[in-house]
């Protein structure tokens, strides 16, 4: 699994952040690993000059294989909030999206023509 960080011109990147962000991405999703390629993690200061809380944007989008990409967004008081936030939502989608993927893949199609069949003879 890929991870990607980027991040805008309010963010002073370095590699302790990237490494930060991917270890914490890569132990939260770990058990995904076989599901996702990619995962992109977006960072910005919304306010940099007002030093608003909650004002630290996370944005990650994991690119799940036979799905749709997962988003999730998080705002926070200082990024490593707003970044333990994402982790955690985009822990949660992809446990609900990937549960999803198996289940349709588990399910055995009807045999055509069988639900018309059992409605037509009120039989339920």
């Known amino acids: ?61 994991a690119l799940v294989s036979g799905y749709a990409p997962v988003v999730v967004h998080a705002h926070g008081e200082n990024l490593a909030q707003s970044i333990a936030g994402a982790v955690t939502k985009l822990k949660r989608a992809l446990d609900s999206a990937i549960g999803r993927l198996n289940d349709k893949n588990k399910r055995e199609p009807l045999p055509v023509g069988a639900e018309s069949y059992k409605n037509l003879t009120g039989d339920s």
């Open 1 to 61: 699994m890929e991870v990607n960080v980027n991040t805008d011109n309010t963010i002073q990147r370095h590699q302790g952040l990237d490494e930060r962000v991917r270890t914490q991405v890569e132990e939260a999703i770990a058990r995904f690993g076989d599901h996702v390629r990619r995962v992109d993690v977006h960072l910005s200061n919304e306010n940099k000059e007002k030093h608003e809380d909650g004002s630290n944007y996370c944005m990650m989008e």
